[in-house]
């Protein structure tokens, strides 16, 4: 049997973006042949898309695909920031955007099944997604889309790739993007104050109440105390009550602004990448000494 050098596994590693010691293990069982270890790579892809799917996906992408028939707003996770740089997985996030848009698919489920092609994998968006895995060597997910349809005006805005927005409206088209640059900065939690989801607005109520209790004051007094504090919150939040970001006297607010553009928000879709997803604190040098064990011992 032929020495696997370096080189060798470099070579390999360098063709197919595989992980170093997968490199060397297909080498090795390849006897050196480099075509044959690139076929048993593609072999045990998808075992390893298996392997990788307990790990948390907390970084990511968030992409939008918007056309004058319908538009798409995606969030693809992986485990590093290092990756969502990687041009396979942008490709193939944009890629899946602009499927949403185009193939109106009902859930991830349905997403999973579209076909689509990549890096010399598919033929599904699930079948790329696993190829994906195990050339790059980390889980990848795709969490959630958002899809406009039915010829509603869209505006969209992507910070980076970390934060994205998708405007429904009605109007002027300059400041229904300055509401998504808006909805990127300040993150409202819902259009109106009747719109702020109850569970948040609970939430609010009782840590007022709380607050209020503190003072020792009266009962009704507590009470308006309590109602106050949510009216501040709801203002806060919603869009349409938020001071406009880009308004000349710091005052203004959105819906005034929109109202004097003669301008309507019907919804918006905000995503920032990995938002809820709790993160695992890894301890990065016992990682990387834990993958130097591995190696000089196999």
């Known amino acids: 049997m032929p020495a696997i050098t370096a080189s060798m596994v470099a070579a390999l590693r360098a063709k197919t973006d595989a992980p170093m010691m997968e490199c060397k ?16 790579l593609r072999v045990k892809l998808g075992n390893k898309a298996g392997k990788a799917s307990a790990r948390v996906t907390a970084e990511g992408v968030v992409a939008a695909s918007v056309a004058p028939e319908a538009g798409a707003l995606v969030e693809v996770n992986c485990e590093t920031d290092f990756v969502a740089k990687n041009d396979d997985f942008l490709a ?16 991830l489920a349905a997403l999973a099944a579209l076909p689509l092609a990549q890096a010399g994998f598919g033929p599904t968006v699930e079948d790329v997604r696993k190829g994906l895995v195990g050339k790059i060597g980390e889980n990848i997910s795709v969490r959630r889309f958002e899809r406009y349809a039915g010829g509603a005006k869209l505006a969209h805005y992507v910070h980076g790739t970390r934060i994205g927005v998708i405007v429904e409206y009605d109007g002027d088209a300059v400041a229904a993007k300055d509401v998504a640059m808006h909805v990127a900065a300040m993150k409202p939690a819902a259009l109106s104050a009747a719109a702020v989801p109850a569970d948040l607005v609970d939430k609010e109520r009782k840590i007022a109440a709380e ?39 710091g005052k203004q607010t959105v819906g005034a602004m ?21 993160k695992r604190a890894d301890d990065f040098a016992a990682e990387v000494a834990a993958q130097m064990a591995a190696a000089r011992t196999s």
């Open 258 to 278: 929109l109202k004097d553009k003669a301008t309507t928000v019907k919804g918006f879709t905000l995503y920032v990448v990995g938002e809820g997803i709790e």
């Open 211 to 249: 607050k209020a209790a503190e003072s020792g004051k009266p009962a009704e007094i507590v009470a308006k105390m309590v109602e106050g504090a949510v009216q501040k919150y709801l203002k806060e939040v919603s869009l349409l009550d938020q001071a406009f970001v880009k308004a000349a006297d």
């Open 25 to 40: 293990k297909a080498l090795t069982e390849a006897d050196g042949d480099m075509e044959r270890a690139e076929e048993i």
């Open 92 to 107: 193939f996030v944009n890629g899946v955007a602009a499927l949403v848009a185009e193939r109106a698919p009902a859930d």
